[in-house]
């Protein structure tokens, strides 16, 4: 299996930076591609931003797009979420995906979420 541990969340006004990180052990060598998303109160999960684990191949979601930077470093296996220009909307509990190629056996991966939280 691969684990997954975010950190990096925090309180910040609107239109302030904050910068996550995603530290991933175990069978990283499966990594495929990783993500991260988020939760807000009361609605459901959401994709943020994906990016290729050996590919520089990235997607974001409309509401982050000009926002938000999605990065990896390969040597440290860790994927990072650069958030600008946050807005009280952003507020979620943010979660970090490693997804597996398939035929290793090796499962999708989850992070145990870091509080994002912007004040208006």
């Known amino acids: 299996q691969v684990q997954l541990v975010e950190s990096g969340g925090g309180l910040v006004q609107a239109g302030g930076s904050l910068r996550l990180s995603c530290a991933a052990s175990g069978r990283t060598f499966s990594i495929t591609s990783m993500a991260w998303f988020r939760q807000a109160a009361g609605k459901q999960r959401e994709l943020v931003a994906r990016?290729?684990?050996?590919?520089?191949?990235?997607f974001y979601a409309d509401s982050v797009k000009g926002r938000f930077t999605i990065s990896r470093d390969n040597a440290k296996n860790t994927v990072y979420l650069q958030m600008n220009s946050l807005k009280p909307e952003d507020t979620a509990l943010y979660y970090c995906?490693?997804?597996?190629?398939?035929?290793?056996?090796?499962?999708?991966?989850w992070g145990q979420g870091t509080q994002v939280t912007v004040s208006s």
């Open positions: 990016i290729g684990w050996n590919e520089d191949i990235t």
């Open positions: 995906q490693s997804v597996a190629r398939p035929g290793l056996g090796t499962p999708d991966s």
